[in-house]
């Protein structure tokens, strides 16, 4: 799961608490302590175990079986009560699989997987009421979400040799022709909004142009379907782009005098660059600092002076981050009215590892979370990018749950995250406790 990522802390192979590990239990953790993962965690593994090991499923689908032991004949039902047979079928949802599990923290869960239109689908529930051992919460729960994806969404074909009408040309380095018309490569099944049409999906190319010579029918880059996500990544839906026809290479001479224009541009440029850098020195945060925000680095206390406003009741709420400035904002429409200290990913070539762009607020959220590929933790999140990837959280824990504080004292004043937003210890606790899900989140370099 480390190599997989997700906000997981894994303690036991068998899902008990880190106690009945006896002698070998982690020591830095409390003895009641058990494994954590998201929804989407638990998404990332079952789509890993049903491609590894797809048999798994010849198991998980026999809904009533006997063991036999000599002369004693012990009958077994599934805990999968939607198999067909059990008390929760329902022949609209026909599903093969997958796990069912219950404890005193994540209340009652399962994780479901059914063909549907040629496609495996996975659901996950967590959190479902559990009154006694025939309470069917977790079951109901997952025909309502499947019925939701049936209701508003539906698996589309893209076929081979598609053009997307936003993406038809691609730019061409050192080719005899300055652009290329791409393709999609492979035919693809995807699941888009019911009124979604092709025709108009937007689409964006993996590449600011593609190198000549090019061979046709060779992958020369992908297209990623815009806001339509994939587990654990910070990118969209990809296919797999191509030429029909071999995209040839200008002849030496127009090449070599390409390299040289090239050259002089990139220099007039950074002559251009440099004269205004006196200029763009000044600070472009896009709302001035409130007279009673707390000192750069502060993140033991509200960001402000003031109470932390009811976001259940704000008038057109949304959120904006401007990670070089280092400054997340409450707005109620046009106006910020909460400014919190924060710290967005860290800047690697001009682009940070946090994403920009337009996003909403995920129903993933919690008190904490550690990281052990990352060595890293935090208190209080919400999600809202890629469901448990994307996080506003506190400051980040060292392994034994206390505060880092060297990382602590970035807050407000530098970037330093993995990709996540920081805030305060007190503004991460307010913001995961009262954020709606579906808040806007906008989240700018400035």
């Not at 869960?109 to 689908?121: Q, V």
């Not at 492979?186 to 061979?215: G, R």
């Not at 090449?255 to 440029?269: C, D, K, P, Y």
């Not at 206390?402 to 305060?424: F, N, T, V």
């Amino acid at each position: 799961m480390e190599y997989w990522g997700g906000a997981t802390q894994l303690l036991t192979d068998s899902g008990l608490p880190n106690y009945t590990l006896g002698e070998e239990r982690f020591k830095n953790k409390s003895k009641d302590a058990e494994n954590t993962l998201s929804a989407s965690d638990r998404a990332i593994i079952i789509s890993h175990l049903l491609k590894k090991y797809p048999q798994v499923l010849n198991t998980t689908k026999v809904a009533k079986s006997s063991f036999v032991d000599g002369k004693t004949i012990t009958p077994m039902q599934n805990w999968n009560w939607m198999l067909k047979g059990l008390s929760q079928y329902d022949p609209n949802y026909p599903v093969d699989g997958l796990k069912t599990g219950t404890t005193d923290a994540a209340g009652a869960c399962f994780a479901s997987t059914m063909k549907k239109n040629g496609r495996r689908l996975v659901t996950v529930v967590m959190g479902a009421q559990h009154a006694n051992g025939e309470d069917p919460s977790r079951f109901i729960q997952t025909k309502k979400l499947l019925k939701y994806i049936f209701d508003n969404y539906s698996s589309k074909k893209i076929k081979q040799g598609f053009s997307f009408a936003s993406v038809r040309r691609v730019k061409v380095i050192n080719g005899k022709e300055k652009s290329a018309p791409v393709y999609v490569k492979e035919p693809t099944v995807v699941w888009l909004p019911k009124k979604q049409q092709l025709s108009n999906l937007k689409v964006k190319f993996s590449k600011n142009a593609i190198h000549a010579p090019q061979i046709s029918g060779k992958t020369v880059g992908r297209f990623y379907l815009i806001n339509t996500p994939v587990l654990n990544s910070n990118k969209d839906v990809a296919i797999k782009a191509t030429v029909h026809q071999d995209v040839k290479q200008a002849n030496f001479l127009v090449r070599i005098w390409n390299r040289l224009f090239n050259q002089q541009q990139n220099s007039h440029e950074k002559a251009n660059s440099s004269v205004t850098t006196a200029q763009k020195v000044k600070k472009f945060r896009p709302y001035q600092d409130p007279k009673d925000l707390v000192k750069a680095g502060t993140w033991n206390k509200k960001s402000e002076n003031k109470e932390q406003p009811d976001l259940t009741k704000v008038k057109d709420l949304w959120i904006r981050v401007s990670l070089k400035e280092n400054r997340t904002y409450i707005m109620s429409g046009k106006k910020p009215i909460y400014t919190m200290l924060s710290t967005g990913g860290v800047y690697h070539k001009n682009k940070s590892d946090t994403p920009t762009g337009t996003y909403h607020i995920q129903h993933e959220r919690g008190a904490a979370f550690y990281n052990h590929k990352l060595n890293e933790g935090a208190k209080y999140y919400v999600s809202w990018k890629d469901h448990g990837v994307y996080l506003f959280h506190s400051v980040p824990t060292k392994s034994d749950g206390s505060i880092d504080k060297k990382e602590a004292k970035k807050l407000g004043k530098i970037p330093g995250s993995h990709g996540c937003i920081r805030l305060s210890i007190p503004d991460s606790k307010w913001l995961a406790a009262t954020v709606p899900a579906g808040t806007k989140v906008v989240i700018k370099n400035h």
